[in-house]
């Protein structure tokens, strides 16, 4: 039984010029292909002219160059828009744009549901199934700059969040190539800065991206101290703020100039209190943060509230006066559940509720 064919876009260019050579083609191959599947948006081989009609019946012989189908695509009133896309048959993911005046924010997703299982959030509550590959992950790119009309002359998307579905550092080995992709010259060209990842705190993890690909860096937290952090976040069990904020410093030293984004999701009475605001900016005074709060979004089944307007823009004024840049994230696509918090996608869930953070591979990655 053949073998199924392997998806182009699961390698970066180092992996792409190994598979080329692998071929008896030279490295060049690599960023040609690129330049065809992510430029173009091209992915029929046989549209890739520069290729030798041998190379080209060889890939289609062989490979694939493939994007999941979309299922369905929600426009907000306030021009935020959701893609759900199919990954396999049983699950599905979401992606979301979000249109500003002067920039167009992409957040994508990197799997297929959540093990961490934040109480505040519909993704972790919805379970979990599986990694997304390196191949669904950048096709969540691909497929937005298609329906957007995104091209290097005109970027409707100018910066990408690993924020939708999913920790992205439990799935790293499938996360660092897209990273690549993202900003490579011969994928999409985003600059380091414009690329952010968003954690709940994996800090092996933190660790390695701080080793591996220069981008931007998101923490979410969600409280200043363990105590609360635990009930939020259940990982604060294993790496607690103290390790999690010492993992960031060296993230901000490593990279030079760089500030750490701090997402603090405001829950009515649960961790909006002025107390929580003043211990935020103590824990925070050391390290260089921008603070995004986020309103809580509701979702079907929780028990948690938004926090009142007033409480909010009491906890931004405490923040400022600790001298911390702070700003309150304003809420977009609620009404297509696409705002923070509010993905959930379609899919099976495998996770016994009991046992997630378990199941996460830690470590340093080879």
Request: with cysteine; aromatic share 8%.
């Amino acid at each position: 039984m053949k073998d199924a064919p392997i998806n182009l876009l699961d390698y970066d260019r180092q992996g792409l010029e190994a598979l080329f050579l692998e071929m008896g083609e030279q490295r060049f191959r690599a960023s040609q292909a690129m330049k065809w599947i992510y430029s173009e948006q091209q992915l029929d081989f046989a549209a890739f002219s520069n290729f030798s009609k041998t190379l080209r019946a060889q890939l289609a012989d062989d490979y694939i160059a493939q994007v999941p189908d979309m299922i369905s695509e929600k426009v907000s009133k306030d021009g935020t828009v959701k893609w759900l896309l199919k990954v396999d048959d049983v699950n599905a993911v979401e992606t979301v744009y979000i249109p500003e005046k002067n920039r167009g924010t992409l957040c994508v997703s990197s799997q297929v549901g959540c093990t961490l299982n934040c109480t505040f959030c519909a993704t972790g509550a919805q379970g979990f199934n599986r990694h997304l590959t390196t191949a669904e992950i950048i096709a969540q790119v691909w497929v937005a700059a298609k329906q957007l009309g995104h091209t290097a002359q005109d970027r409707k998307i100018t910066n990408i969040v690993m924020m939708g579905m999913g920790e992205p550092l439990a799935n790293y080995k499938n996360v660092l190539p897209a990273l690549n992709i993202m900003r490579d010259d011969f994928g999409f060209g985003f600059a380091n800065k414009r690329v952010t990842v968003s954690t709940a705190g994996l800090v092996p993890y933190i660790n390695q991206l701080n080793q591996d690909a220069d981008v931007s860096l998101a923490i979410s937290l969600h409280a200043p101290y363990d105590e609360l952090r635990n009930q939020l976040v259940p990982l604060n069990k294993k790496y607690n703020i103290a390790t999690l904020l010492d993992s960031c410093k060296n993230f901000v030293q490593n990279k030079r100039k760089a500030r750490i984004t701090i997402e603090y999701t405001l829950i009515d009475g649960m961790n909006d209190l002025p107390e929580h605001a003043h211990a935020l900016g103590k824990l925070l005074k050391q390290l260089p943060t921008k603070i995004n709060l986020i309103p809580f979004n509701p979702f079907p089944g929780t028990a948690f509230k938004q926090s009142k307007p007033q409480n909010i823009e009491r906890f931004k004024e405490i923040c400022m006066k600790h001298g911390l840049i702070t700003t309150v994230r304003k809420t977009r696509g609620d009404d297509i559940d696409a705002a923070c918090g509010q993905l959930a996608g379609d899919f099976m869930d495998r996770t016994r509720r009991s046992a997630t953070i378990k199941k996460i591979p830690l470590g340093v990655v080879a």
